[in-house]
């Protein structure tokens, strides 16, 4: 109930913000290319009430259109974001110098810069990664995936995409770190069904997303899946122990759990948790790996900074002495369909004795 509440506030938040910001960029913008102000007030009340009644309708009522008007929305979001930065830059540069047609240069370089972050949006890098792990008896290859975000933009035809990438790469275990669901679209009978395809084991953990959602909606659909679901609990596999842990938003709440479960410190192991949040008990339990994700990098420049700012680790692998960490930039995307300063990621991590 906790989490349903504190999304409700982050919502109406956000909501406020993108309220005032889409007052700034219309107008400012409108302002530069002459457009009429009754024109600005229609487009104003278009895109502040087209997000969330385009999520409900798809949550509600869902069909072709309800997907591409929600997909039209997000996409505004992307957009509306890199309007703000390129006004903001005038504002600034136009102190110390004048810039003639403004407007559609803005124009212009929103629409390269939107075209640019859809097309990298569509692709899926595989990122190899080496890892030394103390203890280890012979190498083990492992593929991560995380923030997938299965939904109303992210669908069946995106997971078939991304298993059929992981099975060519003929991994010994797949580990999805949380996010495997989006929230924009209702949950479905048979949405997982494609990892059934995969023939190395599959361990999963939640997200936030799951939180949201409700875990046991996402534990049902996941009964009869080729997916093991770690519920605060360590497993034996391939000669590692996986250590999985439910999100959770209480940190005392994360120690308690982690504290009742038993771990060798000689042997090797990997603990899965969606937050890229580094914990001292994890450390003094001997853990050689933390998995990761839900940064997503910051997905669309430049969040990447802002997303820094909250997170001491934000992508790729960090070596912290006692134990590495890996942190995914996402294998999808939420909200908007793009990215830009940011990947598509199915990380193939490649354990090997050191």
């Known amino acids: 109930m906790n989490m349903k509440i504190n999304f409700i506030i982050y919502f109406l938040i956000f909501l406020l913000v993108y309220i005032a910001v889409n007052f700034y960029v219309i107008f400012r913008f409108g302002g530069l290319l002459k457009i009429e102000k009754n024109i600005l007030c229609w487009w104003l009340i278009l895109v502040n009430f087209s997000l969330p009644v385009a999520l409900y309708i798809e949550r509600t009522l869902p069909n072709i259109l309800s ?22 830059i005038y504002e600034i540069v136009r102190i110390f110098y004048p810039i003639p047609y403004a407007g559609v240069m803005i124009a212009t370089l929103v629409i390269l810069l939107s075209i640019a972050s859809i097309i990298n949006a569509t692709r899926i890098s595989v990122k190899e990664v080496k890892i030394p792990i103390k203890n280890l008896e012979k190498p083990i290859s492992i593929v991560q995936l995380s923030d997938i975000h299965l939904g109303t933009i992210r669908n069946s035809v995106f997971l078939k995409k991304i298993v059929k990438k992981t099975g060519q790469l003929n991994p010994d275990m797949v580990m999805i770190t949380g996010d495997m669901i989006d929230g924009s679209a209702r949950l479905h009978k048979g949405m997982f069904d494609e990892f059934n395809k995969l023939n190395a084991p599959v361990y999963f953990v939640t997200g936030n997303h799951e939180v949201m959602e409700g875990v046991n909606k996402v534990y049902a659909l996941l009964d009869d899946v080729n ?66 994700g839900h940064t997503h990098n ?24 006692e134990m590495f960490l890996y942190v995914s930039s996402g294998t999808g995307t939420w909200g908007p369909y793009m990215r830009l300063g940011s990947i598509n990621e199915i990380t193939f991590l490649k354990l090997f004795p050191g």
């Open 298 to 321: 910051g997905q669309i420049f430049p969040f990447n900074f802002l997303v820094s700012m909250v997170y001491q680790h934000t992508k790729g692998l960090y070596d912290l002495g």
């Open 227 to 292: 997916v093991r679901v770690l519920k605060n609990e360590v497993v034996d596999s391939g000669g590692i122990q996986i250590i999985g842990l439910e999100y959770s938003e209480d940190k005392n709440n994360i120690g308690n759990e982690f504290a009742k479960l038993e771990i060798d410190k000689m042997r090797p192991s990997v603990f899965m948790y969606h937050s890229p949040e580094v914990f001292d008990f994890i450390k003094k339990a001997g853990v050689d790996l933390q998995l990761a």
């Open 67 to 88: 997907k591409v008007f929600y997909t039209l929305s997000t996409l505004w979001v992307g957009i509306l974001l890199f309007m703000l930065v390129l006004l903001l």
